[in-house]
């Protein structure tokens, strides 16, 4: 076996008649971070046929690529689409047409607010009923305690009336269990589950939380509810064993309607057929998504509207084919296409964890949380990065003063990782800044945990610090 010396490469490489990269690390030791200017930095590695400088398309040069020895390509970040999902169009009260309609709708609201308690009331004790002595919970509900639940069934359609909801418009009818015991719906208020549990009685699959909610805790257990924690994979796994039973379910994720975001993937596992459900609200002065807004302030806009719109639409069955039984992801993806298709609107790949990054960043008052969300799902696909070390990325991310637009300059990154400055600094900051603008962003952090060269996060974050002190 040869024998190695500092010299030696630290990857083999097959031979080729191609120049070998040499690389050179000026370091001064008695630079601090608070000096450092950021600038382009002359290239420091040395190639034959001066390949040790790179361009970019207008022709300036661009900082060189401080871990190519490592056979890293160049760090590059996936475009974001522009449309934000769970913002509220009319979070607060403008224009004179709703400050009067509000005003001649307060009577109305106290006696709509009466109606909501009272039907809420009336279908908790009914529930209570239908519950008591219940033990076998594994298996359907026995039909004499069905029917004292369509007394709960009734309050939710007068629920529905109390918000303003006084009629809503059908399209097409649902598949009968037999053949499609699973729906897959878009979810854009608190509305649609009150009407999917007047229309259909189906059996969901919903957070844990929801079990402690007054009176809407007792209510969702009645429709033998599937808990699950969206952060243990073992809850998940349960969650996706019941769903294969067969039984009825509904699934969904809480946006503006202005965009589809992406499905968790368990009510397509089982390879069941799908009755997919799309929901809208149309309106104009008043949008009544659950986006980034609280719930009292969205119930007291309903309850002072004259009415309230909502259409649903039963969409065509999608079948699995013999793959897609097998591959989720591609039978989730062609469901997908046709909701988005019919509601007209895009695809995009958020999910629930941006969502907890957009509350993440307004809690400690960002100016444009919005900017913070990376769009969980492909995140997570291609970097393995689940939505909770996300969210811990972000606390650092936000430790080194982020500007009102959501990016952070070089010296306040070097600070917070402790970094000395130095050019090999300098270029692992260029390195990120793709856009060469001087500053990186939050995405630009959290893709950094996962090259593009494909070594493990924690190998490459390593490297990333090590060759700085």
């Given at each position: 076996?040869?024998?190695?010396?500092?010299?030696?490469?630290?990857?083999?490489?097959?031979?080729?008649?191609?120049?070998?990269?040499?690389?050179?690390?000026?370091?001064?030791?008695?630079?601090?971070?608070?000096?450092?200017?950021?600038?382009?930095?002359?290239?420091?590695?040395?190639?034959?046929?001066?390949?040790?400088?790179?361009?970019?398309?207008?022709?300036?040069?661009?900082?060189?690529?401080?871990?190519?020895?490592?056979?890293?390509?160049?760090?590059?970040?996936?475009?974001?689409?522009?449309?934000?999902?769970?913002?509220?169009?009319?979070?607060?009260?403008?224009?004179?047409?709703?400050?009067?309609k509000?005003?001649?709708?307060?009577?109305?609201?106290?006696?709509?607010?009466?109606?909501?308690?009272?039907?809420?009331?009336?279908?908790?004790?009914?529930?209570?009923?239908?519950?008591?002595?219940?033990?076998?919970?594994?298996?359907?509900?026995p039909?004499?305690?069905?029917?004292?639940?369509?007394?709960?069934?009734v309050?939710?359609?007068?629920?529905?009336?109390?918000?303003?909801?006084?009629?809503i418009?059908?399209?097409?009818?649902?598949?009968?269990?037999?053949?499609?015991?699973?729906?897959?719906?878009?979810?854009?208020?608190?509305?649609?589950?009150?009407?999917?549990?007047?229309?259909?009685?189906?059996?969901?699959?919903?957070?844990?939380?929801?079990?402690?909610?007054?009176?809407?805790?007792?209510i969702?257990?009645?429709?033998?509810?599937?808990?699950?924690?969206?952060?243990?994979?073992?809850?998940?796994?349960?969650?996706?064993?019941?769903?294969?039973?067969?039984?009825?379910?509904?699934?969904?994720?809480?946006?503006?309607?202005?965009?589809?975001?992406?499905?968790?993937?368990?009510?397509?596992?089982?390879?069941?057929?799908?009755?997919?459900?799309?929901?809208?609200?149309?309106?104009?002065?008043?949008?009544?998504?659950?986006?980034?807004?609280?719930?009292?302030?969205?119930?007291?806009?309903?309850?002072?509207?004259?009415?309230n719109?909502?259409?649903?639409?039963?969409?065509?069955?999608?079948?699995?084919?013999?793959h897609?039984?097998?591959?989720?992801?591609?039978?989730?993806?062609?469901?997908?296409?046709?909701?988005?298709?019919?509601?007209?609107?895009?695809?995009?790949?958020?999910?629930?964890?941006?969502?907890?990054?957009?509350?993440?960043?307004?809690?400690?008052?960002?100016?444009?949380?919005w900017?913070?969300?990376?769009?969980?799902?492909?995140?997570e696909?291609?970097?393995?990065?689940?939505?909770?070390?996300?969210?811990?990325?972000?606390?650092?991310?936000?430790?080194?003063?982020?500007?009102?637009?959501?990016?952070?300059?070089?010296?306040?990154?070097?600070?917070?990782?402790?970094?000395?400055?130095?050019?090999?600094?300098?270029?692992?900051?260029?390195?990120?800044?793709?856009?060469?603008?001087?500053?990186?962003?939050?995405?630009?952090?959290?893709?950094?945990?996962?090259?593009?060269?494909?070594?493990?996060?924690?190998?490459?974050?390593?490297?990333l610090?090590?060759?700085?002190?």
């Amino acid at each position: 076996m040869a024998e190695l010396d500092i010299t030696s490469p630290l990857l083999s490489s097959p031979s080729s008649d191609q120049p070998q990269t040499v690389l050179t690390v000026h370091y001064n030791q008695d630079s601090e971070p608070s000096n450092l200017q950021y600038s382009l930095p002359t290239p420091i590695l040395h190639q034959n046929h001066n390949h040790g400088r790179t361009h970019n398309e207008n022709g300036h040069h661009s900082s060189p690529n401080p871990y190519e020895f490592l056979r890293s390509g160049g760090f590059s970040v996936p475009a974001s689409t522009t449309v934000d999902p769970f913002r509220n169009e009319t979070p607060f009260i403008s224009g004179i047409y709703e400050v009067i309609k509000i005003v001649l709708c307060l009577p109305i609201a106290l006696a709509r607010l009466v109606l909501f308690g009272a039907s809420l009331v009336v279908g908790y004790m009914a529930t209570k009923v239908a519950l008591v002595g219940w033990r076998d919970k594994q298996n359907p509900m026995p039909k004499w305690r069905c029917r004292l639940m369509w007394v709960t069934r009734v309050c939710a359609r007068f629920i529905l009336f109390s918000f303003g909801y006084h009629w809503i418009r059908r399209k097409g009818k649902p598949a009968p269990r037999e053949i499609a015991p699973v729906v897959v719906s878009n979810h854009v208020s608190y509305i649609e589950p009150i009407f999917y549990f007047y229309e259909l009685f189906p059996t969901i699959v919903a957070s844990e939380s929801h079990d402690s909610i007054p009176f809407v805790g007792t209510i969702i257990r009645a429709m033998q509810v599937i808990y699950v924690n969206r952060f243990s994979p073992t809850s998940r796994k349960n969650a996706v064993n019941e769903i294969k039973v067969g039984s009825f379910k509904t699934f969904g994720t809480t946006t503006n309607g202005k965009a589809l975001i992406s499905f968790q993937l368990g009510a397509f596992i089982a390879g069941h057929p799908i009755q997919p459900i799309i929901v809208r609200y149309p309106h104009v002065h008043f949008d009544q998504s659950w986006g980034f807004i609280s719930l009292p302030k969205l119930m007291f806009r309903m309850f002072t509207q004259f009415h309230n719109f909502m259409e649903v639409e039963y969409l065509p069955l999608i079948m699995p084919s013999d793959h897609q039984k097998q591959n989720a992801v591609h039978f989730a993806e062609r469901t997908g296409r046709a909701m988005a298709s019919a509601l007209n609107v895009v695809q995009t790949s958020h999910s629930y964890g941006d969502l907890m990054l957009l509350m993440k960043a307004a809690q400690l008052q960002q100016e444009k949380p919005w900017s913070y969300m990376v769009e969980m799902a492909r995140i997570e696909s291609l970097y393995h990065i689940s939505s909770l070390e996300a969210v811990d990325f972000l606390d650092k991310f936000l430790s080194m003063n982020p500007d009102p637009s959501g990016c952070v300059k070089p010296h306040d990154f070097l600070r917070v990782l402790q970094l000395k400055a130095c050019t090999l600094s300098e270029e692992i900051f260029g390195f990120l800044d793709v856009e060469k603008n001087g500053s990186i962003t939050f995405k630009q952090v959290v893709q950094l945990s996962m090259p593009p060269g494909g070594f493990p996060s924690s190998v490459y974050l390593c490297l990333l610090v090590s060759t700085t002190l």
